[in-house]
């Protein structure tokens, strides 16, 4: 594990709050810092150029700017940015598309916590 200095960071973005607080309570192993939580693509955008987090969760169906849209505009800001994509759309071409847009990953809700720490050790 890091000691505190090197503590890497987390940016949640999800629509449903119950979802961000499961996300932040399943990855504590990871002795992750949660710098911030958005409900909405405008405030996640805002926050990650704010808080340049190492890592982020990304919900695609959101209010305003949907997920892949918020994506591409990470992705733009942050080349080797390094983001989850977790949604409720099941279908593989939400997956691919994803992948495809520059996420590390992607996973579908609704999920266990064995399954997203399994993704996230993947990707750190």
């Not at 987090?53 to 997920?67: A, H, K, Q, R």
């Not at 591409?72 to 994509?85: E, N, T």
């Not at 691919?96 to 996420?103: F, N």
Request: proline share 3%.
């Amino acid at each position: 594990m890091e000691n505190e200095l090197n503590k890497k960071s987390l940016l949640i973005v999800d629509d449903s709050s119950i979802i961000r607080k499961a996300i932040s309570l399943y990855l504590e192993d990871f002795d992750l810092d949660v710098v911030g939580t958005a409900n909405n693509g405008e405030t996640a955008l805002r926050l990650f150029k704010e808080l340049k987090p190492d890592y982020v969760t990304l919900d695609i169906s959101m209010p305003g700017i949907d997920g892949f849209q918020v994506l591409k505009d990470m992705i733009k800001i942050d080349k080797s940015a390094k983001i989850i994509v977790i949604t409720a759309l099941a279908d593989k071409s939400t997956g691919i598309k994803a992948l495809k847009l520059g996420a590390k990953n992607y996973l579908i809700k609704p999920f266990s916590p064995e399954k997203l720490k399994r993704l996230f050790k993947q990707i750190v």
